[in-house]
């Protein structure tokens, strides 16, 4: 199996194109993201200012937390934080087994930040630069597929439809009265910019409306 990343492949994405033989990306992809990160909006400043308290009865006190309608305790914060790190740790474990890479190279590819596709071949995140023909031409060469194999494509599904931060602050919004903007956020344009990025890497610069 050959992954070819055209775009951007970090974090999850990342996680994925390992599962190949082979990693190819363009020049201009985004490699990387490697880390592991936990966000969760807080609206209780808001439900302070409007004079809104969101009780709860929780059978011991980490149930449910953190809770984006309060402030996060430190036992909670120190909860989620060990979740973080030892993902974090697998995530590493991953890269350096899949990867073939030494205890120095692993700490310097590992930091969280994304890379270029050139620089991600140079630190061994990827195999080669190149595109879909590079990818079949190697596979015909490593594993004697026939290079005139068809090309199916696979069309994608939203990737941001479902964000939960956003159900979050529609809840909220309607819970304090502003029904009116609730609404509004499942037709926030915004959401429709971030979907039509797609997976354009470096080259995610401006795209024409999906709809007229």
Known sequence: MVVVVDGLAASGGYIAAMADDHIIALDTSI????????????????????GIQVEAIR?????AAPSGFEPTSPEARAAIASIVMDS?????GLVQSRRKLDD???NSVTDGRVFTGRQAVNLKLI?????????????????????TTPVR??????????????HMAKFTLETIGLTGFAQRIETWG?????????????LALWHPPTEN
Do not use: C, M
């Not at 490699?31 to 409007?50: A, C, E, H, M, R």
């Not at 059978?59 to 149930?63: D, E, F, G, H």
């Open 31 to 50: 490699i990387g993201s490697i880390g592991v990160l936990f966000q969760y909006p807080n609206f209780s400043d808001i439900l302070k200012t409007v």
């Open 59 to 63: 059978s011991s006190p980490l149930k």
């Open 88 to 92: 974090y740790a697998w995530f590493k």
């Open 104 to 106: 120095g190279l692993l």
């Open 127 to 147: 195999d080669s630069l190149g595109n879909e023909k590079t990818a079949l031409e190697w596979l015909h060469r490593e594993k004697n597929i026939p290079a």
């Open 153 to 166: 494509d696979v069309p994608l599904t939203a990737r941001f439809g479902d964000l939960s931060f956003l």
């Open 190 to 202: 915004a959401l429709g910019a971030i979907e039509r990025l797609n997976l354009d890497g470096l």
